[in-house]
């Protein structure tokens, strides 16, 4: 079975400060990780990914994810936060022996002014 | 148009009522999944279409079918409803083959059942 932990429902932040969401994971095999936010109205849109080896990855609108295989996480980060980036977060996990994907409940970033 | 679109974007029907909703994919993946998102809770994974057969049918009641007849379109048939089914359904789509190909997700429809 696989299943993502997203801890937090709610992150907030001040303007210009890093920011981080969290995302830890269970998977019995090696994991594909993945971020994806949702703005108001929209789908989701992907972030970045986690496939192998170096374990910070960098995507979109300057977001990096460091993959923990010793603490099966995958937190979100930015250096410093933009009011822009206030949206709903998702992390997902597969399990190369799945064929789904499955999501975490999502976190709410709001970044104050 | 590019990437997913959805249509229609919102809808109201009634417990007795029959709708469809509509997906269509333009970037050349070949598979298609229907998601319902509802608040505070997981995004579920409802039916999932590889190479236009349906691979993953999550225990979804028969009121939800769907169809998928090419591999650029899905639909997703309704009909006797109940209001707890009211929430934001996504189409997605990906390139199968690759378990780790990201998916690609459509506005979604807001549904609601009254």
């Known amino acids: 079975a696989q299943s993502v932990a997203q801890p937090e429902d709610q992150v907030n932040v001040a303007e210009g400060n890093p920011l981080t969401v969290k995302c830890t994971y269970s998977v019995s095999g090696n994991p594909y990780l993945f971020w994806y936010v949702q703005y108001p109205n929209r789908g989701l849109q992907f972030l970045l990914k986690?496939?192998?080896?170096?374990?910070l990855v960098k995507g979109s609108y300057g977001f990096e994810a460091e993959f923990n295989k010793s603490q099966t996480s995958f937190h979100l980060k930015k250096p410093s936060a933009l009011v822009s980036d206030s949206a709903l977060y998702f992390c997902a996990v597969r399990d190369p022996g799945y064929q789904k994907v499955t999501f975490g409940t999502g976190t709410k970033l709001q970044v104050i002014p | 148009e590019t990437g997913v679109t959805q249509t229609p974007r919102h809808l109201v029907m009634g417990m007795t009522n029959k709708k469809s909703l509509k997906c269509e994919q333009h970037?050349?993946?070949?598979?298609m999944y229907w998601y319902k998102q509802s608040a505070k809770k997981p995004l579920e994974l409802m039916f999932v279409?590889?190479?236009?057969?349906?691979?993953e049918n999550n225990s979804v009641p028969s009121r939800f079918s769907p169809e998928c007849p090419n591999s650029s379109h899905l639909f997703l048939h309704l009909h006797t409803l109940q209001p707890e089914d009211s929430a934001l359904y996504l189409c997605?789509?990906?390139?199968?083959?690759?378990?780790?190909?990201?998916?690609?997700f459509g506005p979604g429809t807001r549904l609601t059942v009254l």
């Open positions: 279409y590889s190479l236009e057969e349906r691979v």
């Open positions: 997605a789509s990906s390139q199968a083959g690759e378990a780790n190909n990201e998916q690609f």
């Open positions: 970037l050349g993946h070949n598979a």
């Open positions: 986690y496939i192998t080896g170096d374990n």
